[in-house]
């Protein structure tokens, strides 16, 4: 079973930077894909990008360029570095785990990911 809890979230001016961590324990987070996800209220799950245990990254098409996922395996820590931040990027982020894939990490279907942390949020004004 993974456990995982993120950090880093709060209110930031349109433009700015932020960057999440997501600190994962049990026995088999590190052997699983991770990955970030956010949710606008109101609105359905979106998936920002997924990291394998090399530390590989794949990203949801629409998130591409203004999101870096990166991962510490000594850590047992993966980040969210977040630029250029926008009005619409204000939304709950979750950091997830696939403890069924090691490689090959998906984020257009978030069926896999059965482990959640309870969220941060962030907020960005204009």
């Known amino acids: 079973q993974v456990q995982l809890v993120e950090y880093g979230g709060g209110s930031i001016q349109s433009g700015g930077s932020l960057r999440l961590s997501c600190e994962a324990s049990g026995i088999t987070a590190s052997s699983s894909c991770m990955a970030w996800i956010r949710q606008v209220a109101g609105r359905e799950r979106e998936g920002i990008a997924a990291?394998?245990?090399?530390?590989?990254?794949t990203y949801a098409d629409s998130m591409k360029g203004r999101f870096t996922i990166s991962r510490d395996v000594a850590k047992n820590t993966v980040y969210l570095q977040m630029n250029n931040l926008r009005p619409e990027d204000t939304a709950m982020y979750y950091c997830?785990?696939?403890?069924?894939?090691?490689?090959?990490?998906?984020?257009?279907?978030?069926?896999?990911?059965?482990?959640w942390g309870q969220g941060t949020q962030v907020a960005v004004s204009s």
């Open positions: 990291v394998d245990i090399d530390g590989r990254p």
């Open positions: 997830a785990a696939d403890s069924g894939r090691a490689y090959g990490c998906r984020i257009g279907d978030l069926r896999p990911y059965r482990a």
